[in-house]
Every structure is written in C-alpha cells, then in structure tokens.
C-alpha cells in the first residue's frame, strides 16, 4: 500500500477512489452478468415447462451449465462481417446496445445505503440511457445493408419511441406522488407496508408501464422487430458470434432493468411488504424476478401482436390513459383527499 | 453533486468495457473464413437485387417527429411533478393549460388519421 | 479542481472533433452520429456545470428523440452527395460571414459580464437542480411556459400537414367496427322449406363417383 502510495504520489487519493469505485461497479456488472446468464436458461426451463416439455437438461444437472454452454459456443463461432457493411458501424451496434442496458444500473438503489450513484436525477438518467439504447438498433440495422435488417431495425425503432412516451407518462405519476427523482427517496416514499407502495394509487399507470417495458425491450408479444416468421431476425439478422451474443445480453439486460425500475417505482424497492419484516435487499431481487417471471409467462402464452396493433395500443389507448390518470391525481391533490396519493 | 456523477461515467466506461470485450475476444479465438457466399447480405437464397437502404414509408418520419414533441412534453411534466406539492394549484392549472393546447394537437393528430397504420 | 479540469478539456476536445466531422465527413449517417456525440459530450460539459437536469435533458430530448430523427431522414432517404456539394463554393463567402458574425458576437457576450467567472454558491446536500427548475418554471416564467405549448402545438400540426398523405391503396381495417360487428350485419338467415333429394340408386355412375 505504501510503495503504491509513494509511487501515485499526489494522484494516489484519486487512484484511490477509482479503483474502489471500479470494484463496486464490477460488484453490481458479476452478478448481473449471471442474472442475464440464468434469464436465459429460465426462459428455456419456464416456457418448456408451460408447454410440458423439458427444456434444456443435458449440459450440468438440470442444465445448469447451459448458459455457459451456449457462451462457449458462441465465442468460437466466427464473427461474419458482410459485404458492402460499414465494418466499423457494424461492430459499434452490439457495444452501444449493451452499454446503455449496463450504465443504466449506476443509479439503481439496491438497498437504502446499497446505491452506487446516488444522483438527484436519477430516473431522469435512467429514462436518458433507455433512449440511448435505440442506437444499437439503428446503427446495426443501416450497417448491415441488409433489407431485411433495415426493415427490422425501423420498425423497432418507431416501437420503441412510441412506447418510450407512454413509459414517461406512467413514470410522470411516480414523481408526482415521490416528488423526487431521486430513486432512494421515491421507495423511501412508499414506506410502511404494501398498502403504502404507488402500483394502488396509481394502477393503471402501473400496468401501462409494465406492458409499454414489455414492448420497450422488443419481448412477446410485442417482437414483430424479430418477426422470424416475416422478417427472419429482424436487425440482428446479419449478427453471428460474439456479436450476436452481446445483443442478446443486452436484450435480457434490459428486461432485467426495467422489472428493477418497475420493482423501485411501483412496488417499494428494498421495503417489505408488511412492517414486521425487516426491509431487505431480498425483497427487491425477489420482486424484480416475480416481474421478469411475467416477461417469460408472457411469452409462453400471447400470440404476437401485428404492427399497426402495436402502434394503435401505444399512441391511442396508452397516452390518452396515462394523461388522464395524471390529471386524476393532480387534481386529488389539489383536494384534501391528495393524501391518498403520497 | 459532481463527485456523485464519477461513478456514473466510470460505470458508462466500464459498460462500453462489457460490449467491447467480448467483440475483441470473439475476434481473437474465432475462426475467420471469408467466402462470398456466406458473406453476402442473407435474402433468402436469392442475389440482393437493390440497395438495402430503401426508401420509407413517411409515417415512419411522422412518429419520429411526435416522438419529439411528445419527449419535450414529458421533459417540461418532469420539473412539474417533482414540485407540484410546492407550487399548489396555480401550478396545477398551469400545467392543465399547457396539456389542454397539446391535448388540442394530439386530438388533431387523431382525428387526421396520423395515429392510424395501414 | 484539477480532475474536473481534465475532464473538461477531454470532453471539449472530444466535442471539437466530433463538431468538425459532422461538417467534414462525407457521408451523412456519420455526420448524423458524430453530431450524436457532439450532445452527448455536450451534455457532459453541462454536467460539470451543475446544471443536471439540463444535461440530462439534453441526451434524453437530443440524443433519444431528435438525432433519431435525423438519423431517420439521412438513413431513409437517398441521399445523392455530389449533389449536396455541388454549391459549395458558392456559398462559401455568405456561409463564411455567418460564421465569422456569430464567432465575434460569442466573444462579445462571452467577455461581457453576465459571463464573467463567479464563484458558485456551494450546495446544500438535498439541492435538487430539478426541483429549483420547477419551482421558477411554472410561476416566475409561467407566460414563456405556456407559450412554448403553443410553439409545440404548432409543430404537431406543422409535422402533420407537411408528411401526412392519404394512402389510397391500402386496405386497412377499423378494429372498432370490427369489435362492434353484430351478427345480424353479417349472417342472413333464410327460411327454406326442407327438401330432400332423394338419391337415384338406379344410376351406377354416380354411385361410382361418390366412392
């Protein structure tokens, strides 16, 4: 410690600081990774058991070792770049996919004291970097000059933004309730038992912005982006190898993100449920998977929706719900019933 | 306030890491074989007869552009919700004044059939 | 102080590139996207300003709704480039006065003392920049507030009557209609009297094409 002292001289506070942020930050990336790793083999286990088969059993008992299986055989796989491709725009769609799914995690409080960033704005950076992510799908799209790519990535772009607004809406309630941004006073603001938590004042919210999250991230029955039926893969289609594998990551990265902005907006975070249980880490991982379960029964049970559906529900059914329900609760507040709503 | 935006860069960083690595290393220890064939854009067996990059439909544009304008809204609601409590119901009319005149261009939007896919 | 320094130099720098390839490069999509970290490293700049929500704002209403539009347009349309570069040198002179008018009034606001440097006031720890946004936004400045829901209004209708065209080939349908169909608008019944046909067992050839 000292010689590394001596030899940072003056820079040795700073060197401090970042690599013990830099731990921290690889303490919330491992276990994600993991996360992301096991929603795979989850998805395989659950939609097989829904549709009484088996799923995955071979790889490690109880295809455990499936993930890392299919990780494997993914990185020896060669990485096909086509032609007439903008080579550099074509590797940079994967990174700056996943990137945002990652950086969004910084401002996520895992626990009261458990929060890596505890910025002012932080569901205002989370819904930046959720925009962010559109960049992946375009540029990969345009890069592989592929028409069936390019038809992909438009149409899972204009899906995108569309129910990004209907996101915002929902999460516009949140703050009216929390009156912060800030996410660790938006849980501390729905202390004291299940009955105080926002998904009751604000229900229909609550379900706009856990479907507009299903059609965020491109999941059933929303995937006409995917479409393989029509459109083969949809964006990714000219992808293989790695570069393939990190949309993937960044797909279930994600769906992991927003079931967690979801567990903190509307279902109280770390808080337990009733007062006589201590407050937990365990709760917010325990309703952060009963909300990515959804994602999975969804998917096992909806027939896909066809495009001009998905359009119709974002713009005429969801945003004209959203500002009406903000308007409800503005105007409750103005009333002496406006407690109900905090 | 800054101090807490450094782990939020490192973290961008570190998340570019995430991407950029696996590329690299799947680069690295995969096999590369070019061939005409296998690299050409996939459409379903035939030869790519035009330029991918086609022409769009202009509703596509239209969705971009309300995205903004709705994205602004959203933008103008945030600031609102968190201090609505403090600016009371001259606030609260405030904001219904502003949503009345772009409920007004959303109903516009409606009626014209821009919501509408075919 | 000397960190902040050497991130603000690193994303000026950046920001200057990425500036000076929006104008130099030749194709427009990467034009569009070095504009994209243009923002984003603008954004940063604010940040280290203190100015959060702005800078926030700035990525989520720059970065994710208006550069995907451009990226939209410069992708989607076919976009011919010697076409675009062919007046260049005639506007040189009128683009380079612009340019030349807009550098001299920056240094003369910049010198100014609205921009003098003063020294920030330090922060309370629950300072939220969104919140003191809020609370100037919807008083103090209500009337540029609700003229900018105007501005807005305007667009809307603006965007609409610009790109809107009736599709005359499309066969779309109306899922209300659909959802409001009764059965008498779509099943006739009709009275018949029953009869039978009663077959003609003598006739082997039909017998043989029923089998």
Same mark, same amino acid.
């Given at each position: 410690m000292d010689f590394l002292a001596n030899l940072f001289g003056s820079y040795w506070p700073a060197v401090q600081l970042t690599s013990w942020t830099l731990i921290k930050i690889i303490a919330i990336v491992l276990p994600l990774m993991i996360a992301i790793a096991y929603l795979t083999l989850a998805e395989r286990k659950v939609i097989g058991f829904m549709q009484v088969r088996i799923g995955p $059993?071979? !790889? @490690?008992?109880? @295809? #455990? #070792?499936q993930p890392l299986a299919d990780g494997v055989k993914l990185l020896f796989k060669e990485i096909i770049l086509p032609t007439a491709s903008n080579k550099t725009l074509f590797l940079l769609g994967p990174v700056l996919a996943i990137a945002p799914a990652f950086a969004a995690w910084a401002v996520i409080p895992f626990d009261a004291t458990l929060v890596l960033a505890n910025i002012d704005a932080g569901l205002l950076y989370i819904l930046a970097m959720t925009s962010v992510a559109v960049y992946g799908v375009i540029i990969a799209g345009w890069a592989s000059n592929s028409k069936y790519a390019f038809l992909g990535s438009m149409r899972s772009v204009a899906q995108i933004v569309s129910y990004e607004i209907a996101m915002g809406f929902a999460l516009v309630g949140v703050l009216m309730c929390a $009156?912060? #941004?800030n996410l660790g006073k938006i849980v501390m603001g729905q202390a004291g038992g299940f009955w105080h938590w926002y998904f009751i004042p604000l229900f229909p919210l609550f379900i706009v912005y856990f479907i507009s999250a299903v059609a965020e991230t491109n999941r059933a029955p929303f995937d006409v982006a995917e479409g393989e039926s029509e459109i !083969?893969? @949809?964006?990714? !289609?000219e992808y293989s190898g790695m570069a393939f594998a990190i949309f993937f990551l960044a797909e279930y990265a994600n769906i992991w993100l927003v079931c967690a902005l979801a567990a903190t907006m509307f279902l109280g975070g770390w808080l337990s449920p009733v007062p006589f249980l201590p407050d937990s880490i365990l709760w917010f991982l325990a309703k952060m998977g009963a909300l990515v379960f959804f994602f999975l029964w969804f998917r096992a049970t909806f027939p896909r929706y066809r495009y001009d559906q998905i359009m119709r529900l974002g713009w005429k059914i969801f945003i004209p719900i959203t500002l009406v329900w903000i308007i409800f609760v503005g105007a409750m507040m103005q009333t002496s019933l406006g407690y109900l709503f905090h | 306030m800054l101090e807490n935006y450094f782990p939020i860069l490192l973290f961008i960083l570190v998340g570019l890491a995430v991407g950029l690595g696996p590329l690299v290393l799947g680069k690295i220890v995969s096999p590369h074989k070019p061939d005409s064939e296998k690299n050409s854009p996939y459409e379903c067996g035939f030869? *790519?007869?035009?330029? *991918?990059?086609m022409k769009f439909d202009v509703r596509y544009y239209l969705v971009a552009i309300l995205f903004i304008l709705f994205d602004l809204e959203i933008a103008f609601l945030f600031p609102w919700a968190v201090v609505l409590q403090e600016i009371g119901l001259a606030g609260f009319l405030a904001m219904m004044l502003f949503l009345l005149v772009l409920v007004v261009g959303f109903v516009y939007e409606w009626m014209k059939g821009a919501l509408e896919w075919d | 102080m000397i960190f902040n320094d050497f991130i603000f130099y690193t994303l000026a720098a950046i920001l200057l590139f990425a500036g000076i390839r929006v104008i130099t490069t030749r194709n427009p999509v990467y034009a569009a996207l070095h504009l994209v970290l243009a923002f984003f490293t603008a954004a940063g700049i604010w940040l280290l300003l203190e100015a959060e929500f702005l800078a926030i704002a700035l990525v989520l209403v720059y970065v994710g709704a208006v550069m995907v539009l451009f990226l939209f347009v410069v992708m989607m349309l076919d976009i011919n480039l010697d076409k675009l570069r062919e007046g260049f040198w005639d506007y040189l002179p009128m683009a380079g006065t612009i340019g030349l008018l807009m550098a001299v009034e920056m240094v003369m606001i910049l010198s100014g003392k609205y921009f003098a440097p003063t020294t920030v006031a330090s922060k309370s720890a629950d300072y939220s920049n969104t919140a003191e946004l809020g609370r100037v936004l919807y008083t103090d400045y209500l009337l540029p507030f609700e003229l900018a829901s105007v501005v807005l209004l305007v667009a809307i209708i603006a965007a609409i009557v610009l790109t809107l065209r009736d599709r005359q080939d499309s066969k779309s349908m109306n899922p209300a209609e659909q959802v409001l169909v009764k059965k008498q608008d779509r099943l006739r019944i009709v009275k018949m009297d029953a009869v039978v046909e009663t077959?003609?067992?003598?006739?082997p050839k039909a017998d043989k094409e029923k089998s």
């Amino acid at each position: 410690m000292d010689f590394l002292a001596n030899l940072f001289g003056s820079y040795w506070p700073a060197v401090q600081l970042t690599s013990w942020t830099l731990i921290k930050i690889i303490a919330i990336v491992l276990p994600l990774m993991i996360a992301i790793a096991y929603l795979t083999l989850a998805e395989r286990k659950v939609i097989g058991f829904m549709q009484v088969r088996i799923g995955p $059993n071979r !790889v @490690g008992y109880f @295809g #455990l #070792l499936q993930p890392l299986a299919d990780g494997v055989k993914l990185l020896f796989k060669e990485i096909i770049l086509p032609t007439a491709s903008n080579k550099t725009l074509f590797l940079l769609g994967p990174v700056l996919a996943i990137a945002p799914a990652f950086a969004a995690w910084a401002v996520i409080p895992f626990d009261a004291t458990l929060v890596l960033a505890n910025i002012d704005a932080g569901l205002l950076y989370i819904l930046a970097m959720t925009s962010v992510a559109v960049y992946g799908v375009i540029i990969a799209g345009w890069a592989s000059n592929s028409k069936y790519a390019f038809l992909g990535s438009m149409r899972s772009v204009a899906q995108i933004v569309s129910y990004e607004i209907a996101m915002g809406f929902a999460l516009v309630g949140v703050l009216m309730c929390a $009156n912060s #941004l800030n996410l660790g006073k938006i849980v501390m603001g729905q202390a004291g038992g299940f009955w105080h938590w926002y998904f009751i004042p604000l229900f229909p919210l609550f379900i706009v912005y856990f479907i507009s999250a299903v059609a965020e991230t491109n999941r059933a029955p929303f995937d006409v982006a995917e479409g393989e039926s029509e459109i !083969v893969a @949809g964006f990714h !289609v000219e992808y293989s190898g790695m570069a393939f594998a990190i949309f993937f990551l960044a797909e279930y990265a994600n769906i992991w993100l927003v079931c967690a902005l979801a567990a903190t907006m509307f279902l109280g975070g770390w808080l337990s449920p009733v007062p006589f249980l201590p407050d937990s880490i365990l709760w917010f991982l325990a309703k952060m998977g009963a909300l990515v379960f959804f994602f999975l029964w969804f998917r096992a049970t909806f027939p896909r929706y066809r495009y001009d559906q998905i359009m119709r529900l974002g713009w005429k059914i969801f945003i004209p719900i959203t500002l009406v329900w903000i308007i409800f609760v503005g105007a409750m507040m103005q009333t002496s019933l406006g407690y109900l709503f905090h | 306030m800054l101090e807490n935006y450094f782990p939020i860069l490192l973290f961008i960083l570190v998340g570019l890491a995430v991407g950029l690595g696996p590329l690299v290393l799947g680069k690295i220890v995969s096999p590369h074989k070019p061939d005409s064939e296998k690299n050409s854009p996939y459409e379903c067996g035939f030869e *790519a007869f035009e330029d *991918a990059r086609m022409k769009f439909d202009v509703r596509y544009y239209l969705v971009a552009i309300l995205f903004i304008l709705f994205d602004l809204e959203i933008a103008f609601l945030f600031p609102w919700a968190v201090v609505l409590q403090e600016i009371g119901l001259a606030g609260f009319l405030a904001m219904m004044l502003f949503l009345l005149v772009l409920v007004v261009g959303f109903v516009y939007e409606w009626m014209k059939g821009a919501l509408e896919w075919d | 102080m000397i960190f902040n320094d050497f991130i603000f130099y690193t994303l000026a720098a950046i920001l200057l590139f990425a500036g000076i390839r929006v104008i130099t490069t030749r194709n427009p999509v990467y034009a569009a996207l070095h504009l994209v970290l243009a923002f984003f490293t603008a954004a940063g700049i604010w940040l280290l300003l203190e100015a959060e929500f702005l800078a926030i704002a700035l990525v989520l209403v720059y970065v994710g709704a208006v550069m995907v539009l451009f990226l939209f347009v410069v992708m989607m349309l076919d976009i011919n480039l010697d076409k675009l570069r062919e007046g260049f040198w005639d506007y040189l002179p009128m683009a380079g006065t612009i340019g030349l008018l807009m550098a001299v009034e920056m240094v003369m606001i910049l010198s100014g003392k609205y921009f003098a440097p003063t020294t920030v006031a330090s922060k309370s720890a629950d300072y939220s920049n969104t919140a003191e946004l809020g609370r100037v936004l919807y008083t103090d400045y209500l009337l540029p507030f609700e003229l900018a829901s105007v501005v807005l209004l305007v667009a809307i209708i603006a965007a609409i009557v610009l790109t809107l065209r009736d599709r005359q080939d499309s066969k779309s349908m109306n899922p209300a209609e659909q959802v409001l169909v009764k059965k008498q608008d779509r099943l006739r019944i009709v009275k018949m009297d029953a009869v039978v046909e009663t077959p003609s067992v003598e006739d082997p050839k039909a017998d043989k094409e029923k089998s």
